[in-house]
């Protein structure tokens, strides 16, 4: 962003930076930066809270007034939320199935709702809505010691297929808890430590790890603090 | 307790993770001072939350390039390859991310003269020396807000 900053002002236009990492922002030195200590994702700070954008609003454009380069911070810090978000999951259906599995089956009437609310969906990077519960199979097998080249992972691209997982789970359960909107990282903490589906994808992680498969084909699966 | 649990403080991480990280280096600031009021200024939103239209080529990894979209698209998809940071705020509302429905509202208040035609994303997450951006994507990027006749440009970040 900062670079652009630079690139964008020396076409001749002037540049507002809302920053999220301070540090970095300093370091490449556009020439107009807030600073704002939001959740990383959440740039204008609080999801459907139009008078707080527009506070932040009203503070970055007041940066056009400066006659030099100029770096401020917004005085409000708005704090992640790392509590797991309240949103039940559907009962056990297929014993059969791994848990994982017959969790991701048990929410597709949830996401399909959320499709049809929302217009556009975020799933297919890599896999089709219906190919999650298959996915998840795979890595179950993974998680369970089976070996990550003999059991082929539909979509391929394991850190595609796992934002496809998050995806669906993340627009299933925006439906389902309705306006008990999670704050940033609630919906982190409760996919990988509530669901099935989360915590298959952090063991499959493990396993590929001990296995020794390559490194970008299973660190970036989940965010890079986790183990 | 927090700290026995798995998904703690990941924007901290994330914070003192990229503050190690090289950053590339400008030897020189240009700025622009504004001709004219902000009143009268044409405004453009650039985001590097890789956003895309369903019907536009979704960002690949390492993607340098970047989208454009109407004033009025709403059917924004964030196609960002991080799973560093928050993507709930952005499906909730797309405004914490891309704050076009508050730039039309300070455009019918007259603090800003106009909302632009056409906005644009790239991908956040870069090589750490940045060169396509700065040398070629970036400047292509600016040739069309030029195009557009944009004054201001507000960068928002994922």
Redesign the interface.
Known sequence: ?????????????????????A??AK?????RVLACEF??????????D?AF??QV?QQ??NL?EA???IFEHFPVVVE?D?M?MACSLPPRDDPNAPPAVDEARGLISAYRRAVER?????VG?AIEPEQIPAALDTLHQWAQGAAWKDVELPGKNT?AV??DI??YY??AA?ELVGDL??G??????W???VTEAGKTI?EARRSLKTQEAPFPFWF???????? | MTEDRAATRGDDAMRALASTMDAPEFTSTSFNKLGKPLSECRVAIVTSASLHRPDQDRFVQGDTGFRAFGRNDRNLIMGHWSPNFDHSGFHLDLNVVYPIDRLEELAADGVIGEVAPRHFAFAGNQPDTVSEIRLDTGPQCAVQLNADAVDVVLLTPV
Not at chain 1, 5 to 14: L, R, Y
Not at chain 1, 39 to 48: A, D, E, I
Not at chain 1, 184 to 189: G, K, Q, V, Y
């Open positions: 962003m900062s670079t652009l900053a630079h690139v964008f002002e020396d076409a001749g236009i002037a540049t507002i930076v809302l920053a999220s990492m540090d970095v370091k490449v030195g556009p020439p959740p990383l994702g959440r740039p204008l700070g609080k999801p459907g139009a954008q527009h609003l970055a454009f056009l006659d030099e380069p992640s790392e797991p929302k217009g556009v969906t975020a990077r850190v796992c934002h998050r995806a993340l627009e925006l909107a999670p940033s990282r609630s919906f982190d903490a996919f990988y430590e952090l970036y699966m989940v965010a890079g603090h986790l183990e």
